[in-house]
């Protein structure tokens, strides 16, 4: 080849580069998992929702457990989390006097979903996982 198709080739690779959408955001859900809420008296276990850079390269993001009315319970942001690397967000007192509440997790990266893992887990008193869902 010529160096002046190959300039045109760079030029053309470049633009369609350039021209690809790149999501600016992508969103990971788990499932939803109820917890005891209301039992006057006896220790109350909590939610806690992770996260693991599976990537080559940090990733920035948040990280939320929500209610199942859409009410955020704790939410907190990771910003250059390292490869192998964990963030976590814990929910260990609830506000609502309902004897069960319906929660999940929702975890927000920076570029790409597939570069983080994720799971959502309820403890027990003593901070056993009784329950652990994944994030997809």
């Given at each position: 080849?010529?160096t002046k198709?190959?300039?045109?080739?760079g030029?053309?690779?470049?633009?369609?580069?350039?021209?690809t959408?790149v999501?600016?955001?992508d969103?990971?859900?788990?499932?939803?998992?109820?917890?005891?809420?209301?039992?006057?008296?006896?220790?109350?276990?909590?939610?806690?929702c992770?996260?693991?850079?599976?990537?080559h390269?940090p990733?920035?993001?948040?990280?939320s457990?929500?209610r199942?009315d859409?009410?955020?319970?704790?939410?907190?942001?990771?910003n250059?989390?390292?490869p192998?690397e964990v963030?976590s967000?814990?929910v260990?007192?609830?506000?609502?006097?309902?004897?069960?509440?319906?929660?999940y997790?929702?975890?927000t990266?920076h570029?790409?979903k597939?570069?983080?893992r994720?799971s959502?887990s309820?403890?027990?008193e003593?901070?056993?996982?009784?329950?652990v869902?994944?994030?997809?």
């Amino acid at each position: 080849m010529n160096t002046k198709k190959l300039v045109r080739l760079g030029i053309f690779a470049a633009f369609i580069f350039l021209a690809t959408p790149v999501s600016a955001n992508d969103v990971l859900f788990t499932p939803m998992v109820e917890i005891a809420t209301a039992n006057p008296g006896a220790p109350l276990s909590a939610l806690r929702c992770n996260v693991v850079n599976v990537f080559h390269a940090p990733r920035n993001g948040t990280i939320s457990i929500i209610r199942a009315d859409g009410t955020p319970l704790a939410t907190t942001s990771f910003n250059a989390l390292q490869p192998k690397e964990v963030a976590s967000v814990v929910v260990d007192t609830f506000t609502n006097s309902t004897p069960i509440t319906l929660a999940y997790c929702k975890i927000t990266v920076h570029r790409k979903k597939g570069t983080v893992r994720g799971s959502l887990s309820r403890t027990d008193e003593r901070g056993n996982s009784v329950i652990v869902v994944e994030a997809k």
